[in-house]
């Protein structure tokens, strides 16, 4: 068994799923896969299932029985591959956005520079985005940048969805506290990191926008985010 694993979070992602997971397959070095799927109704899990005969036990999925956030998801992911011993855990999507060929360069990154954490990283040289119309790539962009000024963290790409965490900052953080369910799930894990001193390193992708599916983001989950991040910065003062 590798000790890496790529969770990929699912809902509605018919027209993706297979691709992916048949591209993350073919990785050198071989990677297993989680899929952690939120009782999708376009049959995203039978498909997952109908693949799992073709990977000698490379390929898991995990059903959840409501749709429940992105957060938890990964949380759910995170112990389920933790129980398992896995070494490297990575988060990506299933929509292509994050180029499953970047994979690599995420895990050696983390060896090389001995990081916690690795960030798939839109702007750490400059904007990397393709595809996003210029209103959201000016928000990403400038949501990175409040982030920035309200936490103190340095990263560039703090909403990024693209990492690589290492078993033992996994095993560092406290993951039954983590609060946050959209993207400021993934602000609030990177400032944990972040408080607990960890490497963190940022390594510059492209980022596509999905050709297939439909996008999860909303005003709920901006909202979320935006005010999420002043919530965390008064925690982190105030429980010192």
Same mark, same amino acid.
């Given at each position: ?9 699912t ?12 591209k993350?397959?073919s ?19 039978s ?10 036990n ?7 029985q409501?749709?429940n ?23 990506m ?11 690599p ?12 954490? %690795? !960030?798939? =990283?839109? &702007?750490v ?8 119309? @210029? /209103?959201r %790539? !000016?928000? =990403?962009? &400038? ?7 309200i936490?103190? @963290? /340095? ?56 050709t ?10 901006f ?18």
């Open positions: 068994m590798t000790d890496l694993i790529v969770i990929i979070p809902y509605n992602e018919i027209e993706n799923i297979e691709n992916i997971i048949l993350v397959m990785l050198q070095p071989e990677f297993d896969v989680l899929i952690v799927d939120d009782n999708s109704p376009d049959g995203t899990a498909k997952v299932k109908s693949l799992q005969t073709k990977f000698n490379r390929l898991h999925l995990l059903e959840r409501v749709k956030g992105l957060g938890t998801a990964y949380i759910a992911g995170f112990k389920w591959c933790l129980e398992r011993h896995y070494q490297y855990i990575f988060e999507d299933a929509d292509f956005s994050h180029n499953p060929d970047d994979l360069r995420l895990l050696k990154a983390s060896k090389d520079e001995n990081a916690g954490l %690795v !960030i798939g =990283s839109r &702007y040289t400059g904007v990397n985005v393709v595809n996003w119309p @210029m /209103s %790539v !000016i928000m =990403s962009y &400038y949501a990175s940048a409040y982030v920035r000024l936490t103190g @963290m /340095s990263i560039r790409d703090s909403t990024a969805g693209f990492v690589c965490y290492t078993r033992e900052t996994l095993q560092a953080i406290d993951l039954d506290k983590i609060k946050f369910k959209g993207y400021a799930f993934q602000i609030e894990m990177k400032f944990k990191v972040f408080l607990k001193k960890i490497k963190i390193v940022e390594v510059p992708i492209i980022f596509t926008d999905r297939l599916g439909t996008s999860k983001m909303s005003k709920k989950i909202k979320e985010a935006f005010f999420g991040v002043i919530e965390l910065k008064l925690k982190s003062i105030f429980n010192k």
